[in-house]
């Protein structure tokens, strides 16, 4: 769960704690004013206690307190040169895995221990990739330049943490930023870059009514159920635009107490989605007019909360050359795509691309080709292990090529 990933920011600092890096944890990663979408205090108590029964150490836990999870870890070669930030994502989804036997995971004894969470989307993979690039990192520090700074990030589902971590200014200097994601694409391919991604934001929603009887007194009330429902259908009804893509979605609505029981309180989660920073700003203005209208339709209160947001970036050009010159003499990579991705998501990264190519450095977002065994999001969501160092060995290319 974002911002509650306390065990695995422990599992991290264990695996890079006799590296050659200083480690930062807590508030030295994040700004906490910019952090979105925190969890209530309930939901982050039962993590922290969780991490405490599975042996978390209490003077870390005291670090990560109030949700300050994930960690940079940077090595200083203490040569002059290039410095190089790398992403990876370490967060999980609310997602029920599949028990299915013949779901790898179930049959090989890795599936989620845990209920309704579940790595759905790799990100357990980017985890196992960036700690490979920093064992090899701590191999070659005598034969390397400059500085690498590796960002854990917490929170990208739903694109909460990304901001938080730029504001905390560990991007400001980077002159080269990789980020990247295990996707449907033959094992082997490397996709040296995005051409573009989906701004987004997400919004959670509370209609605010009255409750009555449905038979005896149902003038009384007034109908929040009705009024998420309204706004729900209408949502939908948002005009597409002829700048670009949009998308509206309302993932999750919960209301009522019973069938007899005018319903006083509606919950709603959704998000939308642009092509640019202004069609995504385009749908967002659209969907608040429409849930206040709702609400003043059926005279409720609503309110409105933004809970995650993304921007839309690309990979700078440059990094299709620099990916082929990398990777040319490598034993793991078969195939280099000769362009650009589009992808139909939305990614919390964008914000780190956009600061460091804002400050005059190169940035990009690779995609590491696997086969899956569902799609991402899916509860029999799992991918081919082989991408793993086929990443990491694709990444240490990178660094090698870029030696001064």
């Not at 597409?240 to 309180?265: E, F, Q």
């Not at 849930?291 to 990979?315: F, N, P, R, Y």
């Not at 990614?347 to 780190?352: F, I, K, L, P, S």
Request: net charge negative; hydrophobic share 40%.
């Amino acid at each position: 769960m974002a911002w509650c990933e306390y065990q695995t920011t422990a599992y991290i600092v264990e695996k890079l704690s006799p590296l050659s890096f200083k480690l930062f944890l807590g508030k030295d990663v994040s700004d906490s004013d910019a952090r979105m979408g925190l969890p209530t205090q309930e939901e982050d108590q039962w993590h922290v206690d969780r991490a405490r029964k599975n042996g978390v150490p209490h003077e870390l836990l005291e670090k990560m307190k109030g949700n300050h999870t994930g960690l940079v870890a940077q090595l200083d070669t203490g040569k002059p040169g290039k410095h190089m930030a790398f992403r990876f994502d370490i967060d999980a989804l609310p997602i029920h895995e599949t028990q299915e036997v013949e779901h790898a995971p179930v049959k090989n004894q890795f599936a989620s221990r845990h209920n309704g969470q579940m790595h759905a989307c790799g990100h357990d993979g980017h985890t196992s990739i960036g700690l490979g690039v920093a064992h090899l990192l701590h191999d070659l520090k005598d034969e390397l330049t400059g500085t690498y700074t590796l960002i854990f990030q917490p929170a990208e589902e739903g694109v909460r943490g990304a901001k938080s971590i730029v504001q905390k200014g560990w991007l400001d200097h980077a002159d080269l930023f990789l980020a990247g994601h295990i996707m449907h694409q033959p094992e082997g391919t490397i996709v040296p870059g995005i051409s573009s991604s989906l701004a987004t934001s997400k919004y959670n929603v509370v209609f605010s009514g009255v409750s009555s009887h449905a038979g005896a007194s149902p003038e009384t009330g007034q109908n929040a159920l009705f009024a998420a429902a309204t706004a729900a259908t209408q949502l939908y009804g948002i005009a597409r635009h002829s700048g670009g893509a949009t998308r509206i979605n309302v993932g999750k609505l919960i209301a009522g107490n019973g069938r007899n029981i005018i319903a006083d309180t509606a919950y709603m989660e959704i998000e939308t989605r642009g092509e640019t920073n202004e069609l995504n700003e385009y749908v967002s203005s659209k969907a608040e007019k429409i849930l206040k209208a709702a609400a003043d339709m059926h005279d409720v209160q609503v309110s409105t909360e933004l809970v995650g947001k993304g921007i839309s970036a690309q990979s700078d050009d440059i990094w299709n050359e620099i990916v082929q010159s990398s990777v040319s003499d490598s034993t793991y990579v078969t195939h280099v795509s000769p362009a650009f991705e589009k992808i139909g998501g939305s990614e919390d990264a964008t914000y780190m691309m956009e600061r460091v190519q804002a400050k005059g450095g190169l940035a990009t977002y690779l995609l590491y080709g696997s086969t899956l065994s569902a799609a991402h999001h899916n509860p029999a969501f799992d991918y081919g292990e082989g991408v793993l160092a086929i990443a990491v060995d694709s990444l240490i290319h990178i660094v090698l090529n870029q030696q001064i």
